[in-house]
């Protein structure tokens, strides 16, 4: 005798069945909501993120905008020894614009992320003043000379430098003497390399109490 089909037995297992496959349908919808939730959700995540590096681009550059504008002010105070210390504030921003600074050479204020390398090196061409200014940081004395200054004396303190870690030089145009040695903060201008001021300058200023980052490399920053 053949099984009927319209049993309760078998209309149950067709119902069961039946939810197991409304189940499995289910169960695939609402992983295809998921994923797309989750696409939706990257989607603006990325989005957010582009438009947050956007609002930081445009407002940084705005920062070096005015930080630029700013230049930094102040004066010169004169000691006993002849040494120019900065009275004004010497910001540390920095910046990828080209600061316009309110004394030549600078001895501090505004500057570029990269510093230049200051240890014991003799540049023969003029340097950016932003990235001197980082050196100056670190806690470097920068030699400055014009055209004006005696062979003899370039040599003797590119010598000079070229012993002495933390400190660098360059020809500089735009100073009002043959000779200058700088440091954050600080400024001298010497008659000769044997002018006495120049070893005590050095002694003082050479990751001196000036420095706003003791120990920071003179290294690994730009050569030029």
Known sequence: MGTDQHSPASAR???MEEMRRA??????R???????ASVVAVAGLVVGGVALVHSQ?????????AADAKGGSGHFTTGADGVRTWSGKLSRTHVSTKVTYPMHPPVG????????????????????????VHALEHGAVWVTYTDKA????????AAKVKRTPYSLMSPYKDQDAPLILSAWGHQVSVKSA???????FFAAYVQGK???????????????
């Open 194 to 200: 044997s002018d006495p001021e120049v070893d005590k």
């Open 109 to 132: 204020g505004n500057h570029n992320p990269v510093w230049l390398d200051c240890n014991g090196d003799v540049y023969k061409e003029p340097v950016r003043d932003e990235n001197a």
């Open 13 to 15: 297992a067709a119902r």
């Open 210 to 224: 000036q420095t706003p980052e003791p120990g920071a490399s003179c290294t690994g920053g730009v050569m030029k």
């Open 150 to 157: 005696e062979k003899a004396d370039v040599d003797a303190l």
């Open 57 to 65: 681009s445009d407002s940084d550059s705005g920062k070096d905008t």
């Open 23 to 28: 189940e499995r349908a289910r169960a695939r």
């Open 30 to 36: 609402n992983r295809v909501l998921v994923i797309a």
